[in-house]
């Protein structure tokens, strides 16, 4: 179990928060209109809702269960190890997968500064990714101070964008409401699982609270509120103000900017953008690392390949630039990688319906699962990436189980 550090309710919403509203929020809404026109705020809306049910349920499994494991642990407890090895297979591999995608919405802002398009673009994945990989080699660490920062740049660069745009909304670019049909709004919201994964860290923070059962039901609701209007308020500023301009956008938070302000804040954006950017793919390829070292001295990966924090930060920076050069566009990409955290919190709140007891919370994580079951059937097809990689944990460990040598437990 974590050593508690005294977390407030206010510095764990906070942290909430930062860790929900991620980077792909500066080009979330271009995709999800693309996807559906103007009906994607029906979409950002359902995601919206179903975070309070989702977000509820690992609240409730940190309270009662405050552990740093998160979502991992809770899988071991309710359904053995190798669940739990699933769990971090999935979660590991979707990094390296994910991290092209997340440079490539900071990629848009850039290109539209300097233009060069897709060059532009790679050249731009290169040296943020390149930089953190380095800044984990040797050890280096954004601090906990400037990560906060970096969260508060992103909400008040978000809020700004609102208050610009509002002079400029037109209720006409609402219509034709669904172009491409109602199905579109499925689409959309298997997209924007991308910009709602994170109410996983809930759970992984509660044993850093002051008193867990009082506190993490409080910094919940205080996070699911300020998200929630948060990405609500950008998503229908976007469509309103944007309109049919919006799909097709690179840099929607810039050209909301520039209608609202004018001025060079396309340049501004796209420097806040790379430093937002640069800041969550370190934190990752830190935190993945630590997690293929963990996976791999548990016998749930190969020692050989990812035993050591430098093979595995290894594997996980060439793997991005693998993926980075897989002739995939940017919409099949991102769902590649919210099907692998969609499948993560189907497992975590399957967890909680054996693990918390009968009641509000209960019925609550029985909702939540079945949204997120819906939500991995929206991904279509690319969903059986996540299937695949579960599976392929699976069959290792069941290998290694014939051969002698057994998956532990972990903790």
């Known amino acids: 179990m974590t050593a508690r550090t005294d977390l407030s309710v206010t510095q764990g919403a906070a942290l909430s928060v930062g860790a929900v509203l991620g980077t792909g929020l500066i080009s979330l809404p271009a995709l999800a209109a693309e996807a559906a026109g103007p009906a994607s705020l029906v979409a950002w809306l359902a995601l919206i809702v179903l975070s309070a049910p989702l977000a509820w349920t690992f609240a409730a499994l940190g309270a009662r269960y405050p552990d740093a494991g998160g979502v991992a642990t809770y899988a071991g407890m309710a359904f053995g190890p190798r669940v739990a090895a699933a769990v971090g297979w999935t979660f590991y591999f979707a990094v390296p997968l994910g991290a092209p995608v997340a440079v490539a919405f900071t990629g848009g802002y850039v290109s539209d500064v300097l233009g060069g398009g897709r060059v532009t673009e790679l050249a731009t994945f290169l040296v943020i990714v390149g930089t953190a990989y380095v800044m984990n080699w040797f050890g280096l660490r954004i601090s906990g101070r400037v990560q906060v920062v970096l969260s508060i740049s992103l909400v008040t660069m978000l809020v700004v964008t ?36 994170g109410w996983e860290a809930l759970s992984s923070l509660s044993g850093e609270y002051r008193n867990p059962r009082r506190d993490v039901p409080r910094a919940t609701l205080i996070a ?102 897989m002739p995939l566009d940017l919409h099949t990409a991102a769902l590649l990688v919210t099907g692998c955290f969609t499948l993560v919190y ?38 059986l990436l996540s299937l695949v990689i579960a599976g392929g944990s699976l069959v290792y460990q069941w290998i290694r189980v014939r051969s002698g040598q057994p998956v532990s437990p972990g903790r």
């Open 224 to 325: 699911v509120a300020v998200v929630g209007v948060l990405y609500l308020a950008v998503a229908t500023v976007s469509v309103l103000a944007l309109g049919p301009a919006l799909a097709g956008s690179r840099a929607p938070l810039a050209d909301l900017l520039a209608i609202g302000l004018g001025g060079p804040v396309r340049t501004l954006t796209a420097v806040i953008a790379v430093v937002l950017t640069l800041g969550a793919v370190n934190a990752y390829f830190a935190g993945s690392s630590r997690l293929g070292v963990a996976l791999a001295d548990e016998g749930a990966l190969p020692a050989r390949v990812f035993g050591g924090r430098h093979r595995s930060l290894t594997f996980i920076f060439l793997g991005g630039i693998a993926a980075a050069l």
């Open 162 to 197: 609102v208050l610009a745009a509002l002079p400029h909304l037109r209720r006409e670019h609402l219509t034709p409401f669904a172009p491409h049909g109602w199905s579109g709004i499925g689409a959309a919201a298997a997209l924007l699982v991308w910009g709602f994964a």
């Open 346 to 383: 189907v497992i975590g709140t399957a967890a909680a319906l054996r693990l918390l007891p009968p009641g509000w919370s209960r019925l609550t994580a029985g909702v939540a699962f079945a949204a997120v079951v819906g939500l991995l059937w929206l991904n279509g097809p690319t969903a």
